[in-house]
């Protein structure tokens, strides 16, 4: 009874700390937990059946098993749950195994074994398992020893080796004491491994472990050398406790670091949220997108998971410039420029079909991938997991209201890894959402007014040239009369260069006329390369005095086209005099022309050397021109433009840099080719 009463306050602190390990698992659910709770449960059982021992006979030797079994069994667990593998189910049986069973057999051998070199091979065999067997397991998981283990390791085997040696020469219970030593010193080490901070908690479970292995030599070295030395038992009892103490602070530090985490993601969460807003609202008032495409980049990699950042947006003939970008070296920047003008909007889409898709808009790029639009190099080293690797990018497709590509933003340089989730992705989704909306809407906003203008010029031409039309013809008339009156000599001249000046005056109403208002076309299927052969051979010999490289390419098998043959040969004609006539004080003489089919489309590029647009913007205004006087009225582009819109086209232009225009046809394929392709 006095026995009890000296055990009681004890038994009570571990049902308590039972109690308290069994209620955290409904807010800490993992392997590791389930471990802990077991390995306390079996620590009171350890002290609960302590209470009646000793007895005598058979009855004291089981209760004297499931003491020392509980015991050794709990320190296999707690030596378990703090290894690299603890979530892995099977390798954790396996490793109980090695350790938890032997473990066992040998505790009941010893129990029941009045004779020792009775069970002499069955202690030599477990004991084998344990200390052989278990960093077997371990080198056979890990293929390798390291750090730590270099020197846990070896003092395993020593100590196993001795063990073994001592159980052979009758003394098995050195074997128990052994395993009981580092079965509790070993978790002190593991638990350091584990979480390596200096925190209460970690000190105090990893000290407390340290302390408990060392009860046991210390304890049997005292009662060995100074038998007379009373020593209360709750003294040996004190580094349990502070164990059980140092796991609970532990979970309580780890919570309150997963909420302080928490926290901070909010808060940058909201102010990303703040940012994406501001920006919206700027872009859904017209601000010139250009202007925040910086500041869209640098809000991303500020307020999200990723530390660099590009913003590309689609030019006027389907390629794709650098707009903003946040992050980057200026090696990087450089090198990006310089390869933009081979990035086409096609690009997207094949990106969109062979990426794994994140979330709802986002797609990640593998190294292979990246490589194959840029050399850009830029990148950290990642340990190896599932979510990331060193050169991969994650794309956001910007897409308008119409379901057109209008660019895209690439983000990598993850900082956590393994928040590159669709979760994490899909705020980033939203803002390149507004923002290709918004490119969109200026799209159609633009193509408006240009249309809307050529409209009300069209209008205002045709009432002009209507009134000039027919003082004009009279004014031709007479002077055709008069000249068959006026005899050969000067005024003769004279009248035959007013008739010439008249007649030229009549062919330009005749130009603005057919701007501004809508011909019966007489549309067929016509083979564009051959239209494009014979309007260079038309400037054949001007192209070859004047030095004018021309390249023609031509993709194969280019489908036909639903055409005016006369009123197209006007339109290439024009092009190819414009870009000859750009190149007359250039040094570099070249003319590219380049015909693909991109969907349901075929575009036809004229690219030259020259000296470019002045204002891009008004190239196809009527009577603009850069040319010098006499040398054009300004009506060329304008005509192409009402022709092309009145075949069902678009036709743009650009400047390319450093030098150079390029101008676009985009027309559609011949409904019969299309009906067979279908």
């Known amino acids: 009874m006095t026995d009890l009463f000296a055990k009681l306050p004890s038994i009570l602190i571990l049902a308590v700390l039972v109690g308290i390990f069994m209620a955290l698992r409904r807010h800490v659910r993992s392997a590791r937990m389930n471990l802990w709770t077991a390995a306390w449960l079996l620590i009171f059982i350890h002290f609960f059946v302590g209470i009646f021992e000793p007895r005598d006979g058979n009855l004291g030797n089981l209760l004297y098993a499931l003491d020392m079994g509980s015991l050794v069994v709990s320190a296999t667990l707690f030596a378990a749950s703090l290894t ?10 396996l490793l109980l195994g090695f350790s938890a069973l032997p473990i066992l057999i040998y505790t009941v051998a010893l129990s029941f074994d009045s ?3 009775h069970f002499r091979l069955v202690y030599v065999i477990c004991l084998a398992v344990i200390f ?6 371990g080198f056979y998981i890990h293929r390798n020893f390291r750090g730590a283990s270099l020197i846990v390791v070896p003092l395993v085997v020593a100590t196993g080796t001795w063990s073994i040696y001592r159980a052979w020469q009758g003394h098995p219970e050195i074997g128990l004491l052994s395993t009981l030593t580092l079965a509790f010193g070993l978790p002190g080490v593991l638990f350091w491994l584990r979480y390596r901070r200096w925190s209460p908690g970690v000190i105090t479970s990893a000290g407390g472990f340290l302390l408990w292995g060392a009860v046991f030599p210390v304890g049997q070295y005292v009662a060995t050398h100074f038998p007379k030395l009373n020593i209360g038992g709750e003294i040996w009892n004190v580094p349990k406790f502070f164990v059980a103490f140092g796991m609970i602070l532990t ?3 780890d919570k309150s670091e997963v909420l302080e985490v928490t926290s901070m993601r909010e808060h940058k969460l909201n102010e990303q949220l703040q940012k994406f807003a501001s920006i919206t609202s700027r872009l859904l008032t017209g601000v010139e997108v250009n202007s925040l495409c910086d500041e869209i980049a640098h809000a991303l990699t500020e307020t999200s998971n990723f530390q660099r950042a590009i913003v590309l947006l689609a030019t006027d003939d389907k ?12 090696n990087a920047i450089a090198e990006l420029k310089r390869f933009a003008p081979q990035w086409k909007l096609q690009d997207i ?3 969109c079909q062979t990426s ?4 709802q808009n986002s797609y990640l790029m593998d190294p292979e991938q990246v490589a194959k639009y840029t050399p850009l190099l830029e990148g950290e080293d990642f340990q190896p997991n599932p979510y990331w690797q060193k050169g991969c990018r994650v794309m956001l497709p910007l897409q308008s209201t119409h379901g057109a590509y209008v660019g895209c933003i690439t983000l990598d340089g993850p900082q956590d890894v393994a928040r590159v989730t669709a979760e994490e992705m899909s705020k980033l989704e939203l803002l390149a959402s507004d923002l290709a909306v918004t490119i969109g809407n200026t799209t159609l906003h633009r193509q408006l007014l240009r249309s809307e203008k050529l409209a009300a010029i069209g209008q205002l031409v045709a009432g002009v040239a209507h009134e000039l039309n027919n003082p004009l013809a009279s004014i031709v008339g007479y002077s055709e009369l008069m000249g068959d009156e006026v005899p050969p000599g000067p005024a003769r001249q004279k009248l035959e260069k007013l008739i010439r000046e008249a007649q030229r005056m009549k062919r330009i109403i005749e130009n603005l006329l057919r701007f501004a208002r809508q011909n019966n076309l007489e549309k067929k299927s016509a083979n564009l390369e051959e239209l494009l052969h014979e309007v260079i051979s038309l400037r054949e010999y001007h192209i070859r005095n004047n030095d004018v490289k021309v390249e023609l390419q031509i993709e194969p098998d280019l489908p036909r086209v639903a055409l005016d043959e006369d009123q197209f040969k006007q339109i290439l004609l024009n092009l190819l005099n414009n870009s000859i006539d750009a190149l007359e004080f250039s040094k570099q003489k070249n ?3 380049d015909a693909a089919r991109h969907g349901d489309r075929v575009f036809v590029r004229f690219e030259d050397t020259g000296s470019g647009f002045v204002d891009v913007n008004r190239a196809f205004d009527p009577f603009y021109t850069t040319k010098p006087v006499g040398k054009g009225t300004g009506l060329g582009l304008s005509i192409c433009y009402g022709i092309v819109k009145e075949h069902g086209g678009e036709i743009y232009a650009v400047n390319m840099e450093p030098a150079g225009a390029r101008v676009v046809l985009e027309l559609p394929i011949s409904e019969s080719v299309a009906a067979a392709a279908r």
């Open 251 to 253: 979970m309580l530090e």
């Open 356 to 359: 794994r898709k994140i979330g």
């Open 349 to 351: 889409s094949d990106v």
């Open 591 to 593: 003319i590219r022309i």
């Open 132 to 137: 052989y067997g278990s960093p077997a397991l």
């Open 84 to 93: 690299e593998f603890v979530e892995s189910a099977r390798k954790t049986s």
């Open 319 to 330: 390629g794709m410039y650098m707009a903003g970008q946040s992050g980057l070296s200026d």
């Open 115 to 117: 004779d020792p070199p």
